[in-house]
């Protein structure tokens, strides 16, 4: 008896002392979970000592405050987001057979990227700029991104000249200032840029945050239905709450007294419940279609004639749900064009050709190799035999390694993908053909003319008066023949503006 007692004491000491090790939930911990000893003050030989190397804790906090910040994205670098879903409220199976569509009423979970372009990671949101609007589907058949923009069109219709065309909008490598030589030599050395300037600089150019802005996919992809016939198609994302811009004045004050206007309307909308939505339709355009056009259906700074080639609805982007951690969910989410699903492809449109290489290239830079692990970028499935590299979360366990093989765990190519990957025809001589001789100014004349009303015309005048204002007189005359193939009347009220003779 007394033996048992004894036993019985000597495992409640052992009980207790193992607990007593046991670590609190809230114990703050390094790194590699140990409990910090003392967290307001490092460790020194005495008072007034140095401080001494084997401080591992303050090693372990500094060393990961030095790598807080990842590079910011070369373009689009501030910007805001959440997340909700896209519901299918149309049938378009007879055009696109993508998983996403399949029913009426189905819903996929979505995660949207809003930015601004030019500026840096800090940059004021209110700037005349154009806004992206990037939209990430999570679908069963894989992340499908359709990563557009505001405005439907775009400056430049070859992807080589991208890189150019960013440098002349950000610093200027002496001044490290915004430069408006740089940008107007550029612009009017290029007048495929004049379609996309209409719209910049016109009250469009500042919306008023995120919500009130539609989204356009802007470059051509190729849907293919599920017998393998395919169409050309734009994405329109058009806004439900309406469109909303900021005159040059108060979106100028906006960015001295709140630069996060556009983050913090989003996020206080969605914390109190107002969701905004947009529907989500497509344009579709027949290969015969597409042999007869009057203009290049591939060039990004033409639209499609919505009388000929009319909007047809989709489903419905709802944004009902705040990141809980913006660095987790926002920054690091990676966004391409290049990611699409069985039933989109792209289309020769040059642009969108080029982007193709250029977004997960910079996001295996961005990011590292293994940036399609990370959470918000982790597709509902993936079996492959892709391994290793730094960062790997998802290494696939014990599974074969290698294709093709024998093991009772060989994947198999799927047989619907290949059905909605038809072959094509393609056939030239290999050269680099300029696009010389395409037409740059009818789709903005016609803007100038029928799309903007006079207070749009006058508005349009002023953004471009006070943006070429700063330019040198060779860079505004050279501005002024350019807006002279748009409209004349453009070019005689710049020309005041300027008080040019
Ligand atoms: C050849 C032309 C283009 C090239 C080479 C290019 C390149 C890039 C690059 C390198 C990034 C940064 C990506 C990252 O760090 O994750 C980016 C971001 C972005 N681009 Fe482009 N871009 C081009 C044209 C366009 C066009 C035409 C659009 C609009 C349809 C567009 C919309 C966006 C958006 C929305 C983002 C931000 C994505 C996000 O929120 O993370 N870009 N682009
Ligand atoms: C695919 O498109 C072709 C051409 O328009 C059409 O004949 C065919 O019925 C479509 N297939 C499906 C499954 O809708
Ligand atoms: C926003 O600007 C566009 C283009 O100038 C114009 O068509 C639209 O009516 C404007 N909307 C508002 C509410 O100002
Ligand atoms: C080709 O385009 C012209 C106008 O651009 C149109 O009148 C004609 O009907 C089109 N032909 C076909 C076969 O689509
Ligand atoms: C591949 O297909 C075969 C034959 O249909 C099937 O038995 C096997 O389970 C499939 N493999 C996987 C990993 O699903
Ligand atoms: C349109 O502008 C581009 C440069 O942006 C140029 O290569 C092309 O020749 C121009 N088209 C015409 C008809 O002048």
Not at 437 to 453: K, P, R, W
Request: charged share 20%; proline share 6%; aromatic share 12%.
């Amino acid at each position: 008896m007394m033996f048992t007692m004894i036993k019985l004491y000597a495992f409640l000491v052992l009980l207790t002392a193992i607990s007593s090790y046991a670590q609190q939930a809230s114990d703050i911990t390094t790194g590699f979970g140990a409990p910090v000893s003392y967290k307001d003050a490092s460790l020194t030989v005495g008072r007034g000592g140095p401080m001494l190397l084997e401080d591992t804790e303050f090693i372990d906090e500094m060393a990961h405050f030095d790598r807080e910040r990842i590079p910011e994205r070369v373009v689009h670098a501030k910007g805001g987001g959440a997340f909700g879903y896209f519901e299918v409220t149309n049938d378009i199976t007879r055009y696109c057979a993508a998983s996403l569509f399949s029913r009426v009423g189905d819903r996929t979970r979505i995660a949207v990227r809003f930015s601004t372009v030019a500026g840096e990671s800090g940059s004021p949101d209110t700037a005349r700029d154009p806004r992206g609007f990037a939209i990430k589907f999570y679908t069963q058949e894989g992340n499908w991104d359709l990563v557009g923009n505001n405005l439907p069109v775009f400056f430049i219709r070859d992807s080589i000249l991208f890189p150019s065309f960013i440098h002349s909008q950000k610093r200027h490598p002496s001044t490290f200032l915004h430069d408006a030589d740089m940008q107007w030599d550029f612009f009017t050395s290029r007048p495929e840029v004049t379609h996309m300037l209409l719209y910049l600089f016109s009250d469009r150019g500042t919306p008023d945050g995120f919500r009130f802005m539609h989204g356009f996919g802007v470059n051509t992809f190729k849907l293919i239905n599920a017998t393998g016939h395919h169409v050309y198609c734009k994405f329109h994302y058009l806004s439900n709450q309406g469109l909303r811009n900021l005159t040059a004045k108060v979106a100028r004050q906006l960015q001295v007294d709140d630069p996060d206007y556009s983050l913090r309307d989003l996020y206080n909308a969605i914390k109190s419940k107002k969701y905004p939505s947009w529907t989500l339709y497509i344009q579709v355009m027949t290969e015969a279609q597409a042999l007869n056009s009057s203009f290049n259906p591939f060039d990004d700074t033409k639209l499609w004639p919505e009388d000929v080639y009319p909007l047809i609805p989709v489903g419905r982007l709802v944004l009902n749900e705040n990141p809980t951690n913006y660095f987790q969910d926002i920054e690091q989410i990676a966004l391409s064009p290049s990611r699409m699903v069985p039933g989109i492809k792209p289309s020769p449109d040059r642009m969108l050709q080029g982007r193709l290489f250029s977004y997960p290239d910079t996001q295996r830079y961005r990011l590292g190799p293994n940036f399609l692990q990370i959470p918000v970028n982790c597709p509902l499935h993936v079996r492959n035999y892709q391994r290793d590299g730094p960062m790997s979360y998802n290494n696939q366990g014990d599974s074969t390694v290698y294709h093709p093989n024998s093991a009772a765990d060989s994947l198999n190519v799927s047989e619907r993908a290949g059905v909605l990957s038809p072959a094509y025809f393609v056939n030239g001589d290999v050269s680099k053909y300029d696009n010389g001789g395409e037409d740059n100014f009818s789709q903005a004349a016609n803007h100038y003319q029928n799309v903007l009303d006079e207070g749009g015309r006058v508005n349009l005048v002023k953004n471009l008066g006070s943006a070429l204002s700063s330019a040198s007189e060779m860079y505004q005359r050279r501005a002024l023949d350019m807006f002279g193939n748009v409209s004349p009347d453009l070019k005689a009220r710049l020309q005041r503006k300027l008080g040019l003779q």
